[in-house]
Structures are given as structure tokens and as C-alpha cells.
């Protein structure tokens, strides 16, 4: 009988001995891969977009850079061009001087346009002439950085003295929009008020 003890007990360790060492099924194995499958997808999914947001903040301040260059230089010019371009005492739209520009834009020689031959940005002499401007030059019509090549720019200038609580041909609202490369639009607005 007690041999018959033994045998068994040894029949039980070698049962459970054969069942440790038989590893992960093939069933197992696909589950296993799945899994990690579909983990590693969730993971990615959740890096991909903070990857972009990061970028975009870089982008956002070439984007405002580029602008804050471009506005600066818009908002060194004259308020108008029948105004005094130095600030002195002809202001267009007052007494005895002439009235304010009716079209906004560069003065490319068309009929009624007093300084024709504004054909680039370092001819424009007011703020207006940079309506509708949307090349990629600096102030002395050379191509910007190459690193600038993917924004795009659009400038907007309109007579918005209503914002300031003047007469609305007083004052000219300035809109630099620059587009980055991943389609988000900065825009920095300014007014240039007839002084």
C-alpha cells in the first residue's frame, strides 16, 4: 500500500511537472500579439497630435514674427498719400486739404492715382498701399528666409474710424493674417489714425 502511495505521488509530480513546461498555446500567442497590437495603436494615436500641437507652437511663432515685421513696417508709413508723409500739417480730410484716398491700394498708375508706379512694396509711401499685399518680400523687395516659404500672408487695410470712436475715414484698420504650414492663421490687427 505504501508503494502504491508513492507511485502515485510521483505520477502527480510528473503530471504537474509536464503540465508547467508546456508553455503558451498557439491561441494564446495570437491573443497575446493582438492585444499588444491594438495597445500600441492607442498609444500612437494619442502621441501623433501632441507631436503636432508642439510643432504648431513653433510654427505659430515664426507666423508671429513674420507679421509683427510686416505690420511695423505697414504702420511706419504715411496715413495717406494726400496727407504730409512726414506727420506735419497736412492731414487729407480736414480744411483746405485734399480728401482721403476713396480707393485703398498701391497707386500702379491707375487714372486718378497721384503716385503712380507703386509696383512694389519699398515704392509704397502710405498704409493703404499695402491692401491686398501678399508677397513673400522684406522692405527691400528681397525674397524672405527660406524658412518662411510654406506661410502665406494676406494683408487687409480698410477706414475703420468707427473702432476708435472717430469719423470713419480718420483712422485705417490693418489686418496681417500669415497662414502656417499646418493651416492655423495668426492675425494681428492695428490702426493707423490721421495724424
Known amino acids: 500500500m505504501y508503494s502504491t502511495y508513492l507511485n502515485k505521488n510521483r505520477q502527480i509530480a510528473l503530471n504537474s511537472t509536464t503540465i508547467s513546461q508546456q508553455g503558451f498555446t498557439l491561441i494564446e ?9 491594438i495597445s500600441l495603436a492607442i ?4 502621441i501623433a497630435p501632441a507631436e503636432e500641437k508642439s510643432a504648431d507652437n513653433v510654427l505659430q511663432i515664426k507666423a508671429s514674427e513674420l507679421a509683427q515685421s ?3 513696417d505697414i504702420t511706419s508709413r504715411a496715413f ?6 512726414s506727420g506735419g500739417t497736412v492731414r487729407c480730410g480736414e480744411t483746405a486739404a485734399p480728401t482721403c484716398s476713396a480707393i485703398l491700394g498701391p497707386e500702379n498708375g491707375l487714372a486718378g492715382r497721384p503716385d503712380a508706379g507703386e509696383t512694389n512694396r ?7 498701399d ?15 528666409d ?3 516659404s510654406e506661410f502665406s500672408i494676406s494683408v487687409s487695410v480698410i477706414y ?13 484698420r490693418i489686418t496681417v493674417t500669415v497662414i502656417t504650414p499646418l493651416e492655423t492663421a495668426i492675425e494681428f490687427t492695428s490702426h493707423k489714425a490721421n495724424y
Open 29 to 37: 500567442l495570437i491573443v497575446g500579439i493582438m492585444v499588444l497590437t
Open 43 to 46: 498609444v500612437s494615436t494619442l
Open 70 to 72: 510686416l505690420m511695423s
Open 80 to 85: 495717406d498719400h494726400n496727407s504730409d508723409m
Open 122 to 128: 519699398n515704392l509704397y509711401n502710405d498704409v493703404d
Open 130 to 144: 499695402f491692401d491686398g499685399f501678399t508677397e513673400q518680400v522684406n522692405s527691400t523687395d528681397d525674397s524672405i
Open 146 to 148: 527660406a524658412g518662411y
Open 160 to 172: 475703420a474710424g468707427a473702432d476708435l470712436g472717430l469719423a470713419n475715414n480718420l483712422a485705417k
